[in-house]
């Protein structure tokens, strides 16, 4: 237990908001919990902790990912067979739906195409998230920006509402929390993502599955698709590049999305400020840009060749061939020569 001030000093959130969230998914008879389409850790476990709590409560809950995917990654998190394919529910009888880490509710992708009905405000929606851009589209919101995770700003409200977390709870809400700051590493995370970590681990999360789950294991394609590319890696002025043909995946029989962390390895070379990964497809190039650096917007240079992104993370596509993926390099090359540099 807490013997400091709690989690809510300096905190945008008060104990009676929580109390009033808390006691609204309380008082349902019926929930369907949805995150959103293409889910991370967050939102996968921010959906299970709930479901193990409500579940434990007696009550009925209906947990769903708005496209009905669970990425292969994430089965290892408990209570992960509680999954409901979205396409069998039938809002008969449902009193609440309770959205999860989504800013919007398009965000739920195919749910909220086929069934516009579930979000007309028939049924009175809760809406917890951390997302700084969220629409505030709940009946009942409840919205941190400062949380990492919606699992932090979960797992604070068990706490500072004394709710009881078992194992499986905390091993989630750790999953979630591990998952939206790359393993505590962001800048999004804070003295309080830290503490309720530890909070989380004396309720004995499961740290190690976790983190093996999340960022250590992987199929050994993966590691040979990855030496493939890295053995390709070239610099051009400040930018580090590479490139994964499909001679690359099928020698070593990776898929493609095998290659996604490869970008953000080559962003951290010393001397670099961007890192370019390029994925040769059959209609052209698509290219992921990543950048650690204060003094370079990756989202900026993206949008010159028609794509976008994050200031951090953003992407582009070219038209095929050897010239076109040349000629965007020497340009992206020029362009970065003329940034200013700063440190920092
Ligand atoms: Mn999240």
Redesign the pocket.
């Known amino acids: 237990m807490t013997t400091r001030d709690g989690y809510l000093s300096g905190s945008v959130l008060s104990r009676s908001e929580l109390r009033t969230v808390w006691d609204t998914v309380d008082a349902a008879r019926r929930i369907v919990a949805l995150t959103h389409a293409n889910p991370?850790a967050?939102?996968i476990a921010s959906l299970l902790a709930l479901t193990d709590l409500r579940v434990r409560a007696g009550q009925e809950i209906i947990p769903a990912v708005g496209d009905g995917e669970l990425p292969d990654t994430l089965r290892f998190l408990p209570g992960a067979d509680r999954l409901v394919a979205p396409e069998t529910i039938s809002l008969q009888g449902v009193d609440l739906l309770v959205m999860l880490?989504c800013a919007d509710e398009m965000r739920v992708g195919p749910t909220f195409q086929q069934h516009p009905e579930w979000f007309d405000g028939r049924i009175p929606i809760v809406n917890i998230d951390?997302h700084v851009t969220n629409t505030r589209f709940g009946s009942v919101n409840l919205i941190d920006p400062q949380a990492a995770?919606?699992a932090e700003l979960l797992g604070v409200m068990l706490i500072e509402l004394g709710i009881q977390i078992e194992v499986d709870v905390a091993t989630c809400l750790l999953a979630g929390i591990q998952g939206?700051t790359l393993g505590l590493r962001t800048p999004s995370t804070r003295a309080r993502t830290l503490r309720l970590a530890a909070d989380l681990l004396e309720r004995d999360a499961d740290l190690d599955t976790v983190v093996d789950n999340l960022f250590r294991v992987k199929p050994f394609s993966t590691i040979r698709l990855w030496g493939l590319a890295l053995t390709r890696a070239e610099r051009l002025g400040a930018i580090v590049w590479t490139e994964i043909t499909p001679d690359m995946l099928t020698s070593s029989e990776a898929a493609a999305a095998e290659g996604e962390g490869i970008v953000n390895f080559l962003a951290g070379s010393k001397g670099s400020r961007v890192g370019a990964l390029l994925y040769r497809l059959h209609d052209g190039w698509r290219v992921s840009l990543r950048s650690v650096r204060e003094d370079v917007n990756v989202a900026d240079l993206a949008r010159l060749y028609g794509g976008g992104g994050h200031p951090r993370a953003a992407g582009c596509r070219l038209a095929p061939g050897i010239e076109a993926r040349d000629r965007f390099l020497t340009d992206l090359a020029a362009r970065l020569e003329a940034l200013p540099v700063h440190r920092g």
């Open positions: 991370d967050d939102a880490d951390h995770a919606t939206d």
